[in-house]
T-cell receptor
Framework: GDSVTQMEGPVTLSEEAFLTINCTYTATGYPSLFWYVQYPGEGLQLLLKATKADDKGSNKGFEATYRKETTSFHLEKGSVQVSDSAVYFCALSDRNDYKLSFGAGTTVTVRA | DVKVTQSSRYLVKRTGEKVFLECVQD?????MFWYRQDPGLGLRLIYFSYDVKMKEKGDIPEGYSVSREKKERFSLILESASTNQTSMYLCASSESGTGNSPLHFGNGTRLTVT
């Protein structure tokens, strides 16, 4: 079945550092890809999404590009802030289904 | 903004108790979901519902049941709680249609079974 693999954490960075979280997927069809973020004590919220190959999702300075040839959807941010400390989840859904499959999550801590 | 409200933030129950987790959404979404979140495992789908009185099993339905009598409310039931059901439970909703619709999550219920 469809699945998502994302890099293990935890990741600890200094403010203004560059962040990359790797995500690769396995899917039989043409999935939509998502990044969700979970801030401490809260539920998950959508960070960005891409629905077809070569699409780039972006939000709050984060970007991810849907790469069909490498089955990847890596999350990047050029200059992180303390407020970006959170758990980040990569997820996919089949176009004909409304269920999401999630990766294990990556905990990111940004130090001042 | 879509609001998904889970009735309890923290619950402590004893082994063998029947446990109800309640979830309400206010945006008239057709789809509702229950996930559990465990460290290192991410989110795993327990049950979902795409319409009132409809339900489908997710990846880990054993030991759980659900009820959706009204469109806005989706309840998760642990018939006889066990210690391995200690976890964070997340409810979510989404619009009908294909997989492009994002999920909107509640803040979660942390259940401890002793």
């Amino acid at each position: 079945g469809d699945s998502v693999t994302q890099m293990e954490g935890p990741v600890t960075l200094s403010e203004e550092a560059f962040l990359t979280i790797n995500c690769t997927y396995t899917a039989t069809g043409y999935p939509s890809l998502f990044w969700y973020v979970q801030y401490p004590g809260e539920g998950l919220q959508l960070l960005l999404k891409a629905t077809k190959a070569d699409d780039k999702g972006s939000n709050k300075g984060f970007e991810a590009t849907y790469r069909k040839e490498t089955t990847s959807f890596h999350l990047e941010k050029g200059s992180v802030q303390v407020s970006d400390s959170a758990v980040y989840f990569c997820a996919l859904s089949d176009r004909n289904d409304y269920k999401l499959s999630f990766g294990a999550g990556t905990t990111v801590t940004v130090r001042a | 903004d879509v609001k998904v409200t889970q009735s309890s933030r923290y619950l402590v129950k004893r082994t063998g108790e029947k446990v109800f987790l309640e979830c309400v959404q206010d945006m008239d979404h057709e789809n509702m979901f229950w996930y559990r979140q465990d460290p290192g495992l991410g989110l795993r789908l327990i049950y979902f519902s795409y319409d009132v009185k409809m339900k489908e099993k997710g990846d880990i339905p054993e030991g759980y049941s659900v009820s959706r009598e009204k469109k806005e409310r989706f309840s998760l039931i642990l018939e006889s709680a066990s210690t391995n059901q200690t976890s964070m439970y997340l409810c979510a909703s989404s619009e009908s249609g294909t997989g492009n619709s994002p999920l909107h999550f509640g803040n979660g219920t942390r259940l401890t079974v002793t």
